[in-house]
């Protein structure tokens, strides 16, 4: 074979994979109950999952991913669901990966809705999310584009969908803004970040003592609610236990640890890798989330200020 043949070959299947990881859908839509979905990301084609609550009037979606093609995929399967309206868009918290698309749901029609926290940390903290001065400048112009929030409200609100209520209720932990929305009829609670089922969490934001105590007054909530994470699949009661088993054992791990910071560091991340190796993210965030727990317990942790 020439080499030019072998070029024209190898450019040609390149193409070709090309095509098929676009073809690849972004989440898989998961009835949970009649009218109640969970969009879970793929292989982090989506960058998180989102959730659909249809009712007689209105529809409420749940967040709105974080590649741009997974967004408009979101909308079109709302749209193929039902013609009713998309009434709100409520962002579980200020994180990228979940307000990504703020704007095309908010252009076709929804009001964008949040803890009071999240407007003010929409550009400044994600910013800092993405490394702040060392973002890319792609990365600085879309978090100047992100949309914030419309609507706040301080500790729960109550919405009327047309014969179905959704509850949201603001609850501390992944970053001092987080929302849960319960859909007391469906027994289905999308948690945001509070919840990353089998997977390593993002502590950057975050308060381990409040997301420890969070997550026990959920932990009551009964065998038959199904939990839709920020991350990983759907989830059960035992998930989220496991879940909190794993911020648990951070934390023990943090305190067991001994010697100079580095010493540290490294016996907490190996008492981890023992337990939780196979857990996604393992690799990226578990060193992070080391890092975070420790800064925590010494009381130098940075999180974002709550609007005065
Ligand atoms: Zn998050
Ligand atoms: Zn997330």
């Known amino acids: 074979m020439t080499y030019r043949l072998l070029l024209v070959l190898g450019l040609l299947l390149s ?27 793929q292989g982090g084609r989506a960058g998180s ?22 967004s408009r995929a979101l909308l079109d399967a709302v749209r193929k669901l039902t ?6 868009l409520v962002n579980t918290h200020h994180h990228i990966d979940h ?16 803890q009071r926290n999240v407007p003010g940390w929409v550009q400044p903290e994600n910013l800092r999310l993405l490394g702040g001065e060392q973002a890319s400048a ?7 584009q992100l949309l914030q929030p419309q609507l ?27 929302t849960v929305v319960w859909v007391p009829d469906a027994q289905v609670m999308f948690l945001g970040d509070l919840l990353w089922r089998r997977s390593i969490p993002n502590l950057i934001d ?59 560091s490294a016996a907490a991340l190996e008492a981890l890798r023992a337990r939780y190796a196979a857990w996604a993210y393992f690799k990226g965030l578990a060193a992070p989330n080391v890092r975070d727990a420790l800064a925590e317990r010494e009381g130098r942790k940075r999180v974002p200020a709550p609007r005065p």
């Open 49 to 70: 999952n989102a959730g659909i609550v249809i009712g007689n009037r209105t529809v409420l979606v749940v967040d709105t991913l974080y590649r741009e093609p997974a």
């Open 206 to 264: 975050a308060n381990l003592v409040q997301w420890r105590a969070t997550l026990e007054t959920l932990g009551v909530m009964g065998e038959q609610t199904r939990f839709v994470p920020g991350h990983g699949g759907v989830a059960s009661a035992q998930d989220l236990r496991e879940f909190a088993g794993y911020l648990d054992a951070l934390d023990q791990a943090v305190a067991d640890a001994q010697g100079p910071e580095e010493t540290r």
């Open 15 to 41: 193409h070709l994979a090309v095509r098929a990881q676009l073809a690849q859908p972004a989440f898989e839509l998961q009835q949970l109950a009649p009218g109640v979905y969970a969009a879970i990301d």
């Open 152 to 178: 706040t409200f301080n500790e729960r609100m109550s919405l009327d969908l047309g014969g179905r209520r959704v509850e949201l209720q603001h609850r501390l932990g992944h970053t001092g803004g987080d």
């Open 138 to 144: 792609e990365q600085k112009e879309q978090v100047a």
């Open 83 to 88: 013609d009713l309206p998309i009434r709100y």
């Open 99 to 114: 307000v990504a698309g703020n704007r095309l749901f908010a252009e076709a029609g929804a009001t964008v809705l949040a």
